[in-house]
């Protein structure tokens, strides 16, 4: 008699993880790159523990409230957040996730861009608030008096989520609004206007995009009459509520524990950062640092929708056999496990670049490339996984709808496929230092495979002084899938660089994942972590 209760052929429960030590791929590149294996290590078996799984589900599953008025009518505009959310916040920045590159910490951009993978893998929602911390440190510098209030409040490393003027805080983090409805990313049309006011200026418009609005302070761009310019913009001003206004959080498509919000300035109280006229010049610089974790964390994504996929075919069985067992699916996460091992490598190459004040050329149009090739397979790689897994993929017992809904956001965040393939030719032809640095970084893989050494020459000739703008996505393709290449021969085990070399350059395959000709596929299946190979 059939027990209709009963459950077979089902995986067990994932239980606590080593995100670290289960994950060859990261502690390579990661390690190459020079980040602290020791900070990271304890990072990530706290992000593995089950508890901060379903602290992830919870912090999802009570979507954050937007709250605007008291009960006696009052305006607060507060946006309010389940407790799991908080304590994500108060991990990641008490372990270095902001500070860490500012404070002197071993690996700087390394070992926070290995953090940015690892939180991308169990709760990327809360990563916004922390790259946007991190990545105003250098923007605040424009003004040394500024600097001083804020930035000893984000490199303490200390999680405050008070409603409260900066200078009752411990610590403090601090949002991005800067897209308007007419604009996007065309940032000179933006309409917000700046009048001067003392020492401070009064701001009045409208932002489309106000990126984790419980910030304590935003970074912004308004209009003055010498053009556009950049401001700090305090929750709180000499212990007032500021005016800044909450109209509305995003009903948006990717993670559900994070705010985004509309907002309005109404005579809201600014300090200016940088000079008139400057404000994309000053802000650019916290941009840069922000396309740093957009890199990163699709290959996160791409990880962790890798490991279900894996603790799902280990498991199961299928036509008498388990599913890792039969080799077209072999083929199709060997594949898979390129894409995501290119992603890591040339993440963790450009990281290694921040970290390097002499490379800091070879970090502005490398951030670009990565950005650009990372975030075009993602989508492609998470859809896969989901795919492998079938129905259960769907549902969201499961990551995947999650990882799936979060897929497209960091093409978008920071500058699109097409921003970023316009930036790579502009700074190329800009930066007398950048072609340089970037030819010595693909030259620097020559003599080791002659695959490899051929598709540079052809690359060279096709493009002997850079790529017309119809050209520019073809050109930032092919340039990102090199310097992925020459990455992988530095730091990968002989047989992925070979693989990767072959499919990617070699181009003998066909156009989707597990379309190729692999003979043996046991190396690239290894880089995945599983025990049960």
């Known amino acids: 008699m059939v027990d209709p209760a009963a459950v077979t052929n089902q995986p067990p429960p994932r239980r606590d993880m080593d995100l670290w030590a289960m994950d060859p791929v990261l502690s390579d590149h990661a390690t190459a790159a020079g980040a602290d294996a020791a900070t990271l290590l304890s990072f990530a078996r706290d992000l593995g523990r089950t508890e901060m799984a379903e602290a992830a589900r919870d912090a999802n599953r009570h979507p954050p409230e937007l709250v605007t008025h008291d009960r006696a009518g009052r305006r607060i505009d507060l946006v309010r957040f389940h407790p799991a959310y908080h304590g994500f916040l108060q991990r990641g920045l008490a372990a270095g996730y902001a500070a860490g590159p500012w404070t002197g910490a071993k690996g700087g951009h390394a070992t926070h861009a290995a953090m940015v993978y690892l939180q991308s893998q169990v709760e990327p929602g809360t990563a916004c608030p922390m790259t946007m911390t991190y990545a105003v440190v250098p923007a605040l510098d424009a003004d040394p008096v500024i600097a001083a209030v804020w930035r000893p409040r984000i490199l303490g490393a200390r999680y405050d989520p008070a409603d409260a003027p900066v200078e009752a805080k411990s610590g403090a983090t601090i949002g991005m609004a800067m897209t308007e409805k007419q604009g996007g990313s065309d940032l000179r049309a933006n309409m917000t206007r700046a009048t001067p006011e003392g020492s401070l200026y009064r701001l009045i418009g409208h932002k489309w995009f106000c990126s984790a609005p419980m910030s304590d302070a935003f970074l912004t761009l308004a209009q003055t009459e010498a053009g556009l310019t950049c401001f700090l913009v305090p929750r709180w001003h000499e212990g007032e509520r500021n005016g800044i206004r909450l109209m509305r959080l995003k009903d948006k498509l990717g993670n ?24 994309v010049r000053t802000i650019i610089t916290m941009v840069h640092h922000t396309r740093l974790d957009t890199a990163l964390a699709p290959a996160g ?37 390129l894409d995501w091992e290119g992603a890591t490598a040339l993440g963790f190459r450009v990281a290694a670049a921040f970290d390097d004040p002499a490379a800091g050329p070879l970090a502005r149009v490398g951030v670009a490339l990565a950005k650009f090739l990372s975030n075009k397979l993602c989508p492609v790689v998470v859809a896969e996984a989901m795919e492998v897994m079938g129905g259960m993929g769907y549902v969201e017992d499961t990551t995947l709808p999650m990882l799936y809904r979060e897929a497209p956001l960091n093409a978008i965040w920071e500058g699109s496929g097409n921003v970023m393939a316009l930036d790579i ?42 790529a017309s703008e119809p050209e520019a996505r073809w050109f930032a393709e092919q340039t990102a899938l090199l310097l992925t290449a020459s990455a992988l021969l530095a730091a990968a085990p002989g047989p992925v660089a070979d693989a990767f070399i072959a499919t990617r350059l070699d181009r003998d395959r066909g156009q989707i994942r597990g379309a190729h000709r692999l003979a043996d596929t046991d190396a690239l299946l290894a880089r995945l972590g599983s025990s049960s190979w």
């Open 256 to 279: 559900r524990s994070n705010a985004s919000a509309e907002i309005e300035y109404h005579g809201a109280l600014a300090h200016r950062l940088g000079a008139e006229g400057e404000g």
């Open 301 to 337: 994504l791409m990880r962790a929708a890798l490991a279900e996929a894996v603790h799902w075919v280990t498991h199961r069985t299928v036509f008498q056999r388990r599913l890792v067992d039969q080799p077209l699916m072999r083929a199709v996460l060997a594949d898979l496990a």
């Open 425 to 466: 030719l502009r700074t190329l032809a800009r930066d007398a230092e950048a072609a340089p640095q970037l030819g010595h970084a693909l030259d620097s893989a020559t003599g080791a495979d002659r695959r490899y050494d051929r598709a540079l020459r052809d690359y060279r000739a096709r493009w002997p002084r850079g």
